[in-house]
């Protein structure tokens, strides 16, 4: 079974460029989420996907940031302008959700490196 | 606000000896609590739960505590070896969210 899969592994763009990142969930994960990690620090989540319901945004800069999973499977996360503070791992992972358990473990995918210069 | 801190110090030890990794946390009361461990240049990988209502889980070489009044979890290896050596992240969880610490990193020395 393929796991989650994240493109592309590694981006590198100036400041103030636009920069998107994609997602495929494992087959049958209803819940999908977005986190950035930076170095020597534990994921933090950027967004919280049921199906195509965005049911937790409020650590997403929504000045720049923005997500979308429109048909409830793949799912995209844009940055527009990026800023040097940018610069950090982004992950994307998926599980199973509330229709299997409370208690759901995360499977992640590989991530993005971004470099912002 | 929640606060979740694990040893940001490597922990080293030699093979083939348990290795004890901790987790506290303060303001949180969380369902349950996971581990994940985390290879350089790869997501986390899904290790152990444990619900906020069991003391201790086990699975192979590794054995999760949690103790609610403490506020803490203890992640043991035992008989550790080189291929352990990897970062550690706990990670607390209540209403399908997950809130992780910064992670621990064990070297395992042969």
């Known amino acids: 079974e393929a796991g989650v899969v994240q493109s592309p592994r590694y981006k590198i763009i100036e400041k103030k460029q636009p920069v998107a990142f994609w997602c495929n969930p494992i087959?049958?994960?209803?819940?999908l989420y977005w986190y950035l990690q930076n170095l020597g620090q534990g994921p933090e989540l950027l967004i919280r996907?049921?199906?195509?319901?965005?049911?937790?945004d409020s650590q997403l800069p929504k000045d720049r940031f923005s997500a979308e999973r429109l048909k409830g499977v793949d799912s995209t996360l844009k940055i527009q302008p990026a800023e040097l503070g940018d610069s950090a791992v982004y992950l994307c992972?998926?599980?199973?959700?509330?229709?299997?358990?409370?208690?759901?473990?995360?499977?992640f995918g590989p991530g993005t490196r971004l470099t912002v210069l | 606000s929640q606060k979740i801190e694990q040893n940001s110090e490597a922990l080293n030890i030699q093979e083939g000896k348990t290795a004890t990794l901790t987790c506290n946390y303060t303001n949180y009361s969380p369902a349950y609590l996971q581990w994940y461990r985390q290879d350089p240049g790869r997501g986390p990988v899904f290790l152990l739960l444990i619900r906020e209502n069991e003391k201790e889980k086990r699975k192979e070489r590794l054995k999760v505590t949690f103790d609610t009044t403490l506020k803490q979890s203890l992640f043991h290896i035992t008989a550790s070896q080189p291929a352990d050596s990897a970062t550690y992240l706990c990670a607390l969880g209540g209403f399908q969210k997950l809130v992780f610490g910064t992670g621990t990193r064990l070297l395992v020395s042969p």
């Open positions: 992972a998926s599980s199973l959700g509330l229709a299997a358990s409370s208690y759901n473990e995360q499977f």
């Open positions: 087959s049958g994960h209803n819940t």
């Open positions: 996907y049921e199906n195509e319901e965005a049911v937790d």
